[in-house]
């Protein structure tokens, strides 16, 4: 969706702020987010794109004027009101006002280790041969949907050329809307500056999407 967290080429925002050796979290209360949005994830009572979706969907002013993890807060705070598990009186007043709605799992002190080794493998069987092949020259589909996408903005309807093909991973434009998994071959596409951003652009700068097939085309 062409929502506030797709920036990629937007004027206005000024550079990048790179904070020398920072730290993982800049106050206690950003590693609780962390800890709650991985706890919560844990549950299965969503998935990582629709979590990814909540976040994104946020109003702009709101997505534009939050921090990093207040942007996971309030992405948490919508899936567990949208799947029932708390209601957003609950949420206003800081405390449960009826018994707790069942969830699949409970993520548990001692299996954290094990969980982040193992992460979230998106890597699926597919029987379907891959369309294209490294060295492939390739257009990115102009598109615009309303749900989520993986395809940023700026690197729609543009030229490049496939670097890699990573198998096929599970689709999260469907996935993030409860359509299953869907999966499709992932490749990554290398686009020049100048295709993305015009003659204005360092003619020496090369930007890498990682792009499925369904949004690319022949070129």
């Given at each position: 969706?062409?929502?506030?967290?797709?920036?990629g080429?937007?004027?206005?925002f000024g550079?990048?702020?790179v904070?020398?050796?920072?730290?993982w979290?800049?106050a206690?209360?950003?590693r609780?987010a962390?800890?709650?949005?991985?706890?919560?994830?844990a549950?299965?009572s969503?998935?990582?794109d629709?979590s990814?979706?909540?976040?994104?969907?946020?109003?702009p002013?709101?997505?534009?004027t939050?921090?990093y993890?207040e942007?996971w807060t309030?992405?948490?705070?919508?899936?567990?009101?949208a799947?029932?598990?708390v209601?957003?009186e609950?949420?206003?007043r800081?405390?449960?006002?009826a018994?707790?709605?069942?969830?699949?799992?409970?993520?548990?002190a001692?299996d954290?280790?094990?969980?982040l080794?193992?992460?979230g493998p998106?890597?699926?069987p597919i029987?379907k041969?891959?369309?294209?092949?490294?060295g492939?020259?390739?257009?990115t589909?102009?598109?615009?949907?309303?749900g989520?996408?993986?395809?940023?903005?700026y690197?729609?309807g543009?030229?490049?050329?496939v670097?890699?093909?990573?198998?096929?991973h599970?689709?999260?434009?469907?996935?993030?809307?409860?359509?299953g998994?869907q999966?499709?071959?992932?490749y990554?596409?290398?686009?020049l500056?100048?295709?993305?951003?015009?003659?204005?652009?360092?003619?020496t700068i090369?930007?890498?999407?990682?792009?499925?097939e369904?949004?690319?085309?022949?070129a």
């Open positions: 969706m062409n929502g506030a967290q797709d920036l080429g937007m004027m206005g550079p990048i702020q904070e020398k050796d920072e730290p979290f800049h206690e209360w950003e609780r962390f800890g709650l949005t991985l706890a919560m994830g549950t299965g969503w998935n990582l629709m990814r979706h909540a976040r994104e969907s946020l109003p002013p709101e997505y534009l939050s921090s993890y942007i309030k992405g948490v705070e919508k899936l567990v009101v799947g029932g598990l209601s957003s609950e949420l206003t800081g405390r449960a006002l018994e707790p709605a069942p969830i699949k799992r409970v993520l548990k001692e954290v280790p094990a969980m080794a193992r992460g998106a890597e699926r029987e041969p891959a369309r294209f092949a490294v492939d020259r390739v257009r589909r102009n598109m615009h949907p309303q989520h996408t993986r395809l940023p903005r690197a729609r543009k030229i490049g050329i670097e890699l093909v990573h198998h096929a599970v689709f999260p434009d469907a996935n993030a809307h409860g359509q998994e999966p499709q071959w992932l990554t596409i290398c686009f500056g100048r295709e993305l951003w015009g003659e204005q652009a360092d003619p090369s930007v890498s999407v990682d792009a499925w369904s949004y690319l085309e022949p």
